[in-house]
């Protein structure tokens, strides 16, 4: 690869780094500190294997950095479970094109089987590997997740762990890829994506519908789900505990 389309990569970052640390600084109140220009050389991806792994796994291209294990151990809070996960939930169901019939089913069906990664683009984060059209907004987000963002953005550029790339239509995207880890797949916690989904629909219809009514439009979504999704019945009824659990 010549150094004029090296450079033109590095241009890429360069842009979408000083747009999140622009959208940081503003809303966050954060200083906001340029750096010198640094080129980052593309690694080749190589198709990984289909293997489910937790998030807390970090393989070892990744695990001897513990400043990366640090901020990658906080996007999981911030972003991948609780009240997060839900708003990032009812955000894609919203936002789903016209041609998605069911729009609530499909969304449920990415969170469950999309490869997680972190990649950033000028106009929010893509949380799932392969899927840039789910795309999660900077102004959804809680000024603590755009500062984690910015702090993942500022160690990508430092440590060369970015692999660039530009989306249809224009704008560039960069995303975390630590050597070691392209074989890596990490999923959402199924019980957390479900457990989720059961509070965004009960809060959703909270005072309009009776619980009775919400719990079987709940089931049809579920038994959509599982048409395409296979679930564990061990699953299932630790998502009926945590559900009942939290409606106590």
Request: charged share 20%; net charge positive; with cysteine.
């Amino acid at each position: 690869m010549d150094m004029a389309h090296r450079m033109g990569k590095a241009f890429v970052l360069r842009e979408c780094i000083d747009r999140i640390e622009l959208k940081a600084s503003r809303l966050c109140g954060i200083k906001k500190e340029r750096k010198e220009n640094v080129c980052f050389a593309t690694r080749r991806v190589f198709a990984p294997t289909h293997t489910r792994m937790a998030w807390g796994y970090y393989p070892p291209g990744m695990a001897h950095d513990e400043e990366l294990v640090a901020l990658m151990d906080r996007y999981n809070e911030l972003f991948l479970q609780g009240s997060a996960l839900k708003n990032m939930l009812i955000y894609v169901c919203n936002s789903c094109s016209a041609d998605v019939q069911d729009p609530v089913t499909h969304t449920l069906c990415v969170f469950l089987t999309t490869p997680l990664t972190v990649s950033i683009t000028k106009t929010g984060l893509a949380p799932f590997r392969d899927c840039n059209s789910v795309v999660y907004p900077f102004f959804c987000m809680s000024m603590e997740q755009r500062t984690l963002l910015l702090e993942l953005m500022q160690l990508m550029q430092s440590k060369n762990y970015a692999i660039l790339s530009t989306q249809m239509g224009g704008g560039g995207m960069a995303a975390l890829n630590v050597q070691g880890d392209t074989h890596a797949r990490r999923y959402l916690d199924t019980v957390e994506v479900m457990t989720q989904f059961y509070l965004a629909a009960r809060d959703a219809h909270r005072g309009k519908l009776r619980e009775c009514v919400r719990d079987n439009l709940c089931n049809i979504i579920l038994q959509r789900v599982c048409s395409s999704v296979h679930i564990p019945r061990s699953t299932l009824n630790e998502v009926a505990r945590r559900v009942g659990s939290d409606a106590a």
